[in-house]
């Protein structure tokens, strides 16, 4: 009988500790979960700020792409504008040489009448 109970007794220690494992290893498992769960909610969160990166490279590309093009367009049309007052420049040296030559021979004219009057 008191080898029984020795032995009784020995079990149910055992039994008391595996419990007592039993419970720690549940305090783990769930320590794990939670942990395992906030790695999960921030590579989703890592991977929304990377996907937003991408995004806006992207938009910055666009825009990058939109400003050289308007810079063409501006470089293009004040080219335009150089040659056009270039145009405007030619013809006002143009106008003013006729100008001066209608005025010499204006004066020849004038020469030319004076003369006449003066034979007259």
Do not use: H
């Not at 666009?62 to 145009?87: G, R, Y």
């Not at 106008?95 to 009057?117: C, F, H, M, N, P």
Request: hydrophobic fraction near 40%; charged fraction near 20%; proline fraction near 0%.
């Amino acid at each position: 009988g008191k080898g029984f109970a020795v032995v009784a007794t020995e079990i149910r220690k055992l039994a008391d500790q595996s419990k007592k494992s039993a419970e720690r290893i549940n305090g783990l498992v769930t320590d794990i979960q939670k942990a395992t769960n906030l790695t999960v909610m921030v590579t989703d969160e890592g991977s929304k700020a990377v996907d937003n990166i991408v995004t806006s490279m992207s938009q910055i590309t666009q825009n990058n792409q939109q400003i050289s093009l308007t810079a063409k367009q501006q470089a293009i049309a004040t080219q335009q504008v150089v040659d056009a007052m270039n145009t405007i420049n030619r013809g006002v040296s143009e106008t003013a040489s006729g100008i001066t030559q209608t005025k010499v021979e204006t004066r020849k004219l004038s020469d030319a009448a004076q003369t006449l009057k003066t034979v007259v």
